[in-house]
């Protein structure tokens, strides 16, 4: 951990920004802290930034958020980490309660999903930037651009299981490494870890416990799913969103498919991690069991469940990420997971633009090969407009992500109210 001159002041103002400005998932998020960390404030550099991108990657949970958690903790100990976690997650989480409240009360938001389209547009040229740049800095020769092509393929093509296919990129780059000779590191003891998941996991039992205890069933369903959902959820919350809706409409009855859809669009297009998504489904479903105040408790049950769980795997395992890296075999096996990642961001920021600039898009199947098919007669075209504008400005022109996030949300409101491009 380095201290040095950097106050909480100093990590407030940073991870504050990032948190509003965290829109567009984890392709997106992970550029803009990139920019902010490593390119503008030097705060981490390269390497620690990749190699704590590539653990984050490993385990379950928003890696997005998880990353900004080690980020604090590596600049500011527990305390920073706490502080840089929890501004990626509540900005987001109060834009998300807002919306599921006004959801229940008014219905559709035309208005809002018009100002939407504009965001979701800039959010596709924030992507590019993403793989751009982590592209640039992780693939170091034709092996890790052999792995991030693979990846992309196992993904997006064959749809096999992200933990396997990090598990492979990790085994390739082990493999295919040649080890030299490092300065020996000795291992953090392992009281530290054991303390942080004895605290935290009490932490995290607490209000399941609570809910049992004083009979609140629907409470406790809420908090068990969620709770299992933060365990399995390998890869981000892209990893899991199918599942999710699937049991949450047809398994469990809690919303209609048409609700579901609505949970994903609204929080594609707010700030903080995708799978805050669970609180608007938390919250939609605890209105249909008992009004406005299960929604609102059901919500903060969602979120304790699932963000407590990122806090323990970062604190427990934030201390090893150094010492890993001092393993000749073991770095080398985070440089392919590295490698791996680009693939990754790659497949989000082909499915992001699909269903932005696609109403929709379906799957043509060739054996255990599956393709996405948007719809070429339902492409929206001002948001690929858009898409085009926000990459100009982001990429060539070197605008500020404010400013391109603004523009293009003021061109999606007046536009779209204006009756679009056709």
Not at 66 to 83: D, E, P, S, V
Not at 120 to 133: D, F, G, M, N
Not at 356 to 385: C, K, N, Q, W, Y
Request: charged share 10%; with cysteine.
């Amino acid at each position: 951990m380095r201290y040095g001159g950097m106050t909480y002041a100093d990590l407030f103002r940073a991870f504050a920004r990032i948190g509003l400005l965290s829109f567009g998932g984890p392709a997106a998020q992970i550029a803009l802290m990139h920019r902010e960390l490593v390119d503008e404030r030097r705060w981490l550099t390269e390497a620690e930034f990749l190699r704590a991108l590539s653990f984050c990657m490993m385990l379950p949970g928003p890696e997005a958020m998880q990353l900004a958690t080690y980020a604090g903790w590596k600049l500011r100990g527990t305390g920073g980490g706490l502080l840089a976690g929890l501004l990626f997650v509540l900005p987001g989480a109060v834009v998300i309660a807002t919306l599921a409240l006004l959801y229940l009360s008014f219905g559709d938001q035309p208005l809002v999903r018009a100002a939407f389209v504009g965001v979701k547009a800039a959010v596709i040229a924030i992507v590019i930037e993403a793989l751009l740049r982590v592209a640039k800095r992780a693939l170091k020769g034709r092996l890790h651009l052999a792995i991030a092509a693979t990846a992309f393929l196992a993904l997006g093509v064959l749809h096999l299981p992200f933990p396997l296919v990090i598990l492979c990129a990790g085994l390739i780059g082990a493999l295919a490494s040649r080890p030299g000779k490092t300065a020996p590191q000795a291992a953090p003891p392992l009281t530290g870890a054991v303390r942080v998941a004895l605290v935290a996991g009490a932490l995290w039992a607490a209000p399941l416990l609570a809910a049992k205890a004083v009979g609140a069933t629907f409470l406790f369903e809420i908090g068990a799913f969620f709770s299992k959902l933060a365990i399995v959820t390998f890869g981000g919350a892209y990893a899991v969103l199918a599942y999710m809706a699937q049991d949450v409409v047809t398994g469990r009855g809690w919303l209609s498919p048409h609700q579901m859809i609505d949970a994903l669009g609204l929080a594609e297009t707010t700030p903080g991690p995708l799978i805050l998504v669970t609180q608007f489904v938390a919250m939609l479903a605890g209105a249909a069991e008992g009004g406005m105040p299960i929604a609102l408790l059901a919500g903060a049950m969602t979120l304790w469940v699932t963000f407590v769980p990122c806090f323990l795997w970062i604190f427990a395992g934030a201390p090893y990420i150094d010492w890993l890296a001092s393993k000749p075999r073991l770095s080398a096996a985070l440089s392919g997971i590295t490698a791996a990642v680009v693939g990754v961001i790659l497949n989000l920021s082909v499915w992001f633009a699909l269903h932005v600039g696609f109403r929709s898009v379906g799957e043509a199947t060739f054996g255990p090969v599956r393709l996405p098919m948007p719809d070429l007669a339902s492409a929206d075209l001002l948001a690929i407009v858009l898409a085009g504008l926000a990459s100009y400005l982001l990429l060539q022109r070197h605008w500020g992500l404010g400013k391109v996030l603004a523009l293009c949300a003021t061109l999606g409101l007046v536009l779209g109210r204006l009756g679009g491009l056709g």
